[in-house]
């Protein structure tokens, strides 16, 4: 089993679908990737099916609200199921120092003592810097700085056993200091606010985010055989899949996906 699941696809602000984030799936464990702007997250994991006794590591790209807040909520799960010995092994959780020092002080002001006192012990954080490598389920992950203009924010990069790669951009635009990591990617995670056809009405690029078709253009450019795209406005949320996806074939001529919450994408 590996595969792909989309457990939120919109930006900050929506309230038709969660926050952006996802797991991979690999056999029978998960690589949790950020975790939304609230307890919302345990609900779409029940419905993902997603066992929180099988994630034993997460990533957060960076300490904004809709991917950092969900975070905590996750600890206080896993640190429940530890108390009541439901738990087995360390809960890991890899950021940069930014997110790190955000996530510990929510915590410490807001969790059980009893939870909280799971934190260096039980819940582990490592602190990732750019271009650090690690091994992650039967994954080789390289972590890396995008150089965000606005929260300090990192991607990663992810060559599974099998040969192939996924590399995730975060939530804002194309760097080319990441192309060493995307470019002739088997898969690419990349965030399209809205429509080109609608910047006007949404102003993406005031929010320094990318439309559809910048998303699109970039995959083509990279040489990605395919294309994911989220963190999107949700006012098109009943037929965004198709909207996007019409006007993404202009630009990249690859597999293109455009995932509603809860889909699940076979990576083999």
Known sequence: MKELILLGTGNAMVTKCFNTCFAIHLDDE??????????????QLEKANVDMRYIHHMFVTHAHTDHVLGVIWVIRKIATLIN?????????????????????????LTLKKKDLAQLGKNIVFHEVTD??????????????????????QFGFCAD???GSSLCCLG????NEVCRLYAENADWLLAEAFCLYAD?????????????????????EKLNVKNLVLY?????????RKELYTQEGRQ???GNLFVPNDLERINLN
């Open 160 to 162: 599974f056993d099998d």
């Open 171 to 174: 939530d804002e635009p194309y």
């Open 251 to 253: 630009y990249y001529y």
């Open 131 to 152: 271009g650090q490598q690690v091994e992650i389920l039967s994954m080789h992950v390289i972590f890396f700085d995008i150089l965000s203009t606005k929260a300090k």
């Open 30 to 43: 998960y690589f949790l990737v950020d975790a939304g702007g609230g307890n919302g997250i345990l609900s």
């Open 84 to 108: 009541q010995g439901k738990y087995e092994g360390k809960f890991h959780i890899y950021c940069h120092d930014v997110s790190k020092n955000v996530i510990e002080t929510i915590a410490k």
């Open 199 to 219: 910047r006007d009405i949404f102003k993406p690029y005031e929010k320094h985010h990318s439309t559809v078709k910048e998303a699109c253009e970039l995959a």
């Open 231 to 239: 963190h999107t406005e949700d006012k098109h949320i009943e037929n």
